[in-house]
């Protein structure tokens, strides 16, 4: 039977699994909020519509009757996901599992009190005044930022109690969704963070891809790097919480789950229920990407090994304006270095901090990988038109 993915949430991370999925034979409906997302150029079907639209996304639904629903990003609606798994659709990795992630609040409590998983303190609020109340609990320095939101946007480091009205307004622009809610976290002096990309097998065991390294500006990933280097008993107790919190959300698929590593403590950080942006070093490192992972996964089919290239790196390509116009240029010269790669998303449009592709390398070391990585990135450039 050819299957129909219907995959809501158009941008890379969609499209590279777009491209997994027709590598073997599926049927791919991309749908978001704007026309020409990276996805829909590589999907069989494209629908524009704001997933927040209950009706909106009921309607698309309807129309193409796909047999599986991939979420790909967090603003959905997704109480229209638990309607949709009654009626036989197979929702990734289920229903209940992207409830509970696409609000940080929700997955965070369910870590914290039902897993008694080791995590930052932390406090929520609905208004400034409550948030302010927040952080003097928790204490400074403390992180801001939404319970809704897309690559670490709107996230913020509070040092003292006059930065917190600026912290205020930089999560409410960059929340996604309709919930007016934010999440005031204790600082971790943290010596590295990583993602543990964790693969839910439907029949086989759950896998684990090599810890991903990255490092992060304004709360977004700008780098990463695989193998990140941990102790083997942080990473052992960092494999049983990520496999802890995978088997209570349920079903199959990849997880993006986040850590904080201090010299004697793992903190669990965050999770997502999909491909993870710091994965995207996995189009370079191994021969099943994380894409690949987790479309094998959803489907059933049978991860007998992940072998492994190498050390390996990436480096993202910004744009640092807003415009329609646009040309990429450089992509001679990123490429010049052997064990170099360069995917451009093919976005429509720009804006500042925009991830507008991403740039791939291997090498004998991760240092020398992410030297190269950044090198290839930083010799991609955008001209702009008016």
Avoid at 7 to 24: T, V, Y
Avoid at 43 to 52: G, Q
Avoid at 255 to 276: C, D, N, Q
Avoid at 326 to 348: C, D, N, S, Y
């Amino acid at each position: 039977m050819r299957k129909k993915i219907m995959l809501l949430g158009a941008g890379e991370l969609g499209k590279e699994f777009a491209i997994s999925a027709k590598r073997l034979g599926l049927y791919v409906v991309a749908v978001d909020r704007y026309a020409n997302a990276p996805a829909m150029q590589v999907a069989d079907a494209s629908v524009v519509v704001d997933m927040l639209d209950g009706q909106g996304l009921a309607a698309a639904v309807a129309e193409h009757k796909p047999d599986i629903i991939v979420p790909e990003i967090e603003a959905i609606r997704t109480e229209k996901l638990k309607e949709f798994e009654s009626q036989g659709i197979l929702v990734v990795p289920t229903a209940k599992a992207a409830h509970l992630t696409m609000n940080r609040d929700a997955i965070r409590d369910a870590a914290r009190d039902l897993l008694a998983l080791k995590t930052a303190n932390y406090a929520y609020a609905s208004s400034e005044e409550e948030m302010r109340a927040a952080c003097e609990r928790i204490g400074f320095p403390c992180v801001v930022k939404p319970v809704m939101s897309s690559s670490g946007k709107g996230q913020s480091v509070v040092k003292k109690a006059s930065e917190a009205g600026a912290a205020w307004k930089c999560a409410c622009e960059g929340m996604r969704g309709d919930k007016k809610k934010i999440i005031v976290e204790e600082f971790i002096h943290f010596e590295s963070e990583i993602t543990l990309l964790t693969v839910k097998q439907k029949k086989g065991p759950t896998l684990f891809v090599q810890p991903i390294g990255h490092r992060q500006e304004r709360g977004d990933y700008q780098e990463s790097w695989l193998p990140a280097k941990m102790p083997p008993a942080q990473l052992a107790k960092a494999k049983k919480m990520a496999k802890k919190v995978t088997d209570y959300l349920g079903g199959a698929g990849i997880f993006g789950v986040e850590f904080f590593l201090t010299k004697k403590e793992v903190y669990f950080s965050e999770l997502s229920p999909r491909p993870h942006d710091t994965g995207m070093v996995t189009l370079i490192s191994q021969d099943l990407s994380e894409f690949d992972l987790h479309l094998r996964a959803i489907l059933g089919l049978p991860i007998p090994e992940i072998a492994y290239h190498g050390p390996s790196a990436s480096a993202v390509i910004l744009a640092d304006r807003e415009a329609e116009k646009f040309v990429v240029h450089g992509l001679e010269q990123a490429l010049m270095v052997a064990g170099t790669e360069v995917r451009i998303f093919g976005k429509p449009s720009t804006r500042k901090h925009r991830r507008m592709g991403v740039a791939l390398a291997r090498a004998s070391s991760t240092t020398l990988a992410r030297k190269k990585a950044k090198r290839a990135a930083d010799e991609v450039s955008i001209q702009y038109f008016t």
